[in-house]
């Protein structure tokens, strides 16, 4: 049941001004970050984290999006991790995404446009989709001395 999963503010997030809007979202809901860093990645990058969505007709607007400025790299940890932070970042589509979610309340995009323009959906933030891409992803972007271990209040409540 504990996991780690992982997350990134998006160009668009970090550009927006709004990393510790969306950072607070997981520390108050008693989640653990349990690595973070700023990285400005490469197309090479890029294709190792889409690795499933290389050969999607929105990919080269996918990849333009993601080096177009530095991330806001996070492992976060916690009960059932991975399920809990999708659910506090929404679906992928800020025009569905209910408001309270991340994508609802900071972002406005849609498919029909984003796919109008052959751009990707500008929607503020990553986090991996199921288990085998947390780990994946916490293993492609973070070495083992990059993440931490210590406890939080929370852990006194919660556990
Ligand atoms: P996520 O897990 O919710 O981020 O969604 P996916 O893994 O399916 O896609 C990765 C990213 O590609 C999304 O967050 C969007 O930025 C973009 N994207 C996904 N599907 C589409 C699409 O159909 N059209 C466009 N233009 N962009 C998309
Ligand atoms: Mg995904």
Do not use: C
Request: without cysteine; proline residues 4%.
């Amino acid at each position: 049941m504990m996991e780690r999963t992982f997350v990134a503010i998006k160009p668009d997030g970090v550009q927006r001004g709004i990393i510790g809007e969306i950072i607070s979202r997981f520390e108050k809901a008693g989640l653990k970050i349990v690595g973070m860093k700023m990285v400005w990645v490469d197309k090479g990058f890029a294709k190792k984290h889409y690795k499933d969505l290389v050969d999607k007709p929105f990919y080269k607007g996918l990849e333009q999006f993601i080096i177009e400025g530095p991330v806001v790299a996070i492992v976060i940890e916690g009960l059932h991790a991975i399920e809990i932070v999708r659910k506090i970042v929404g679906p992928t589509e800020p025009k569905q995404a209910q408001p309270g979610t991340i994508r609802g309340d900071y972002a406005h995009h849609s498919y029909e446009y984003a796919d109008k323009k052959g751009i990707a959906i500008k929607n503020i933030i990553h986090a991996s989709g199921n288990k085998k891409d947390a780990e994946y992803e916490v293993k492609l972007w973070f070495g083992l001395d990059e993440m931490h271990d210590y406890k939080t209040v929370h852990e006194k409540h919660v556990f």
